[in-house]
């Protein structure tokens, strides 16, 4: 593996690995295992209720984000994580409300303060848009190299497969491929800690490879849609004239997110990526109770900043 060096950066290169990250010295406070919500809206449309997918697990001191919704580096602010903590980014797909500000939460948590190298995972081009994002911004970023003294590290991974993905001091990260046509692949992502397991769904239509995953986990987040409410949901949105049809086949209804995580035998099941994410006729408790009527264990409509 090799660095980005100031002048391969700035020509838009980008470091292309694949494996296992080797372990990093980490320095911190805590051994608890934390998780954030950083955005629970699904869908790309910008809103005032909730922001695009993203969360962060955070083990000593240490960030792992995963999925970078617009807006994810300020809802890292808002929920108190310093940006130069961030160390891995994890892509569940290639679609924009999970990627938008992929390349700029890099870039500002290297402007506020980021020394160490970031590596980045999910499915290809991640290589491709990395290189060009880097690319696109190189004035701003040559001049703080310049006047600043900044280096900027980033080891992208691509994955195509299921299996491991990376294991350090901190966690083991397992990847498994979702359903979520026409995006190919898409995955969904578990981190063992040594306190507790967490499986994040990503996008996906009912899933047994994300039933097998996320066996005995001790927190599911699954992507999640109220199929009643899909109607007002598309009628606000008048150029995706097949917006409908999409929708309810490549995600997830409440009541098959209970099946799945029943299956799974979880503990928690955090009801995330809500589809719509701003309907004032669906409540609370009309998701809670479309998934308890599949799962017998607790319930949680996710938040944004909700910590778990």
């Not at 507790?196 to 986990?217: E, Q």
Request: charged fraction near 20%; aromatic fraction near 6%; glycine fraction near 6%.
């Amino acid at each position: 593996m090799q660095d980005l060096s100031r002048r391969a950066f700035l020509a838009g290169a980008v470091a292309l690995t694949r494996g296992v990250a080797l372990p990093r010295k980490s320095e911190g406070k805590s051994a608890k295992t934390r998780l954030i919500l950083l955005g629970t809206g699904g869908g790309p449309r910008p809103r005032k209720a909730s922001s695009a997918s993203a969360q962060v697990i955070i083990s000593k001191n240490t960030s792992y984000v995963i999925d970078c919704g617009n807006g994810v580096a300020r809802q890292l602010v808002f929920a108190d994580v310093p940006l130069p903590t961030l160390r891995h980014i994890f892509l569940t797909h290639q679609h924009s409300d999970h990627t938008a500000d992929y390349g700029n939460l890099i870039w500002l948590a290297w402007a506020a303060g980021l020394s160490t190298r970031v590596d980045t995972w999910g499915p290809p081009p991640l290589a491709k848009m990395t290189k060009l994002f880097f690319e696109m911004n190189a004035y701003d970023i040559e001049t703080r190299i310049t006047n600043e003294g900044r280096v900027p590290l980033v080891h992208v991974h691509e994955l195509r497969h299921s299996g491991p993905v990376m294991r350090d001091e901190n966690l083991r990260v397992t990847a498994t491929l979702v359903h979520h046509p026409p995006v190919v692949p898409a995955f969904a992502y578990r981190f063992d800690g040594a306190d507790r397991s967490i499986v994040i769904s990503g996008d996906t239509t009912r899933s047994d490879n994300l039933v097998k995953l996320a066996t005995g986990a001790d927190i599911l987040v699954h992507a999640v849609l109220y199929v009643p409410a899909v109607d007002r949901l598309v009628a606000r949105v008048p150029n995706a004239t097949a917006l409908k049809a999409s929708i309810i086949a490549h995600q997830t209804s409440a009541e098959d997110a209970g099946r799945v995580a029943q299956a799974a035998g979880v503990k928690t099941l955090v009801l995330s990526h809500l589809v719509p994410a701003d309907d004032p006729e669906v409540t609370d408790q009309m998701w809670i109770d479309a998934a308890r009527a599949q799962f017998r264990g607790s319930v949680i409509v996710g938040k944004d900043l909700l910590e778990l």
